[in-house]
């Protein structure tokens, strides 16, 4: 399995420096473990890095941090913020990201909601700035150094020197690692993101840029949330949620859709934008249907209209019975609506 994984094009093993052969021991020497698995890459690279320790950093690290804690429960798990309209533009260079700028947005906020909570809980974790670090670095890096029980050296300023351990030359993206630390990259969006952008950015944003003291442009007047609000509904829909946000109004994602009694699912202002994943296997088909139906129904009971829109129903994307119920639910339990910037601000 190891030997399969491949970033952007090169086997991951290879980036780190390794043979097959050496990982193979490595494994031989360890219990089979989700541990090992890791340590096979990390460790084994420390070692021949002549380093005791390593650190491991990808932004979906977010997404699983109770499973880290769990397998590794006396690491230290440092989060670095940034202005999230500043890491919208920034991410656009990443393999993996949105080349739209509010999908990126919705993507911070979904992270930082789903993670945040673990930080205020859990303290064997440090949340740095971005923009505090390069305006500070020996006073931010000390705080770090102080976190993993490590010293201060002045060597960690030397950006040239550690790029050549983080920035391989199949990672572009990272091309400005080696650079000297520039306060000029702080704050951007001011003065490169198009100003037509600014609501929405902030409303899409809003919990986290006040919760690190960022600086907000805009607070929306009137929230209306949709199921569902992904990647592809945003690229799609780009030109109307601005619309939206100049006029005061932010299209929120209604998360938490496992429940059939979250506030947000029973909210009246509630649009149906697209049907739900459903799964893999005939039960989990099952499952999502039923959860699905169960939410229409609970809305119609509390008196609110099932709003949904066309594309919903479209035949031509229907895959298998689960949809086909979905639909059907849709239809008898809802009304179609063109999700419009006047119906919305009526």
């Not at 340590?39 to 320790?53: I, N, Q, S, V, W």
């Not at 950006?159 to 983080?166: E, H, I, L, R």
């Not at 993206?173 to 520039?182: C, I, N």
């Not at 429940?259 to 009246?268: A, R, V």
Request: charged share 25%; proline share 5%; aromatic share 10%.
């Amino acid at each position: 399995m190891l030997r399969s994984l491949t970033l952007s094009g090169e086997k991951v093993h290879k980036l780190f420096e390794l043979e097959i052969d050496t990982i193979n021991g490595y494994l031989y020497q360890r219990q089979p473990s989700i541990q090992a698995l890791l340590e096979a890459f990390t460790d084994l690279h420390a070692r021949k890095m002549g380093k005791p320790r390593w650190a491991e950093k990808t932004p979906n690290h977010l997404l699983y941090l109770s499973e880290i804690k769990e397998f590794f429960p006396d690491a230290a798990i440092i989060r670095i913020i940034r202005d999230p309209r500043d890491s919208a533009m920034s991410m656009r260079k990443l393999p993996w990201a949105s080349k739209s700028i509010l999908a990126n947005c919705y993507l911070w906020d979904e992270w930082f909601r789903r993670s945040n909570q673990f930080f205020i809980d859990n303290s064997n974790t440090l949340t740095i700035r971005y923009e505090d670090l390069v305006r500070k670095p020996q006073d931010v890096l000390r705080l770090v150094c102080k976190h993993i029980n490590e010293d201060f050296e002045e060597a960690m300023l030397n950006t040239a020197a550690s790029a050549q351990s983080v920035a391989p030359p199949n990672a572009p993206w990272k091309s400005q690692v080696g650079q000297p630390l520039d306060s000029s990259r702080t704050y951007v969006w001011k003065r490169q993101l198009p100003q037509e952008l600014w609501f929405a950015t902030s409303h899409i944003c809003q919990l986290g840029i006040e919760e690190f003291d960022y600086e907000l442009t805009s607070k929306p007047k009137q929230t209306f949330f949709a199921y569902d609000v992904n990647r592809a509904f945003v690229e799609k829909n780009e030109n109307f949620i601005i619309s939206l946000a100049n006029n005061q109004i932010y299209i929120a994602p209604a998360r938490n859709k496992q429940s059939t009694t979250n506030d947000e699912l029973m909210n009246p202002n509630l649009v149906i934008c697209k049907l739900p994943d459903m799964g893999a296997t005939n039960t989990q088909r099952l499952i999502n249907t039923y959860r699905f139906v169960m939410m229409l129904i609970r809305r119609r009971i509390n008196g609110n209209i099932n709003k949904y829109l066309e594309c919903c129903t479209d035949s031509d994307v229907v895959r298998g019975i689960a949809q086909k119920a979905c639909i059907s639910s849709l239809r008898l339990l809802g009304t179609k609506t063109e999700f419009s910037l006047e119906e919305l601000s009526n």
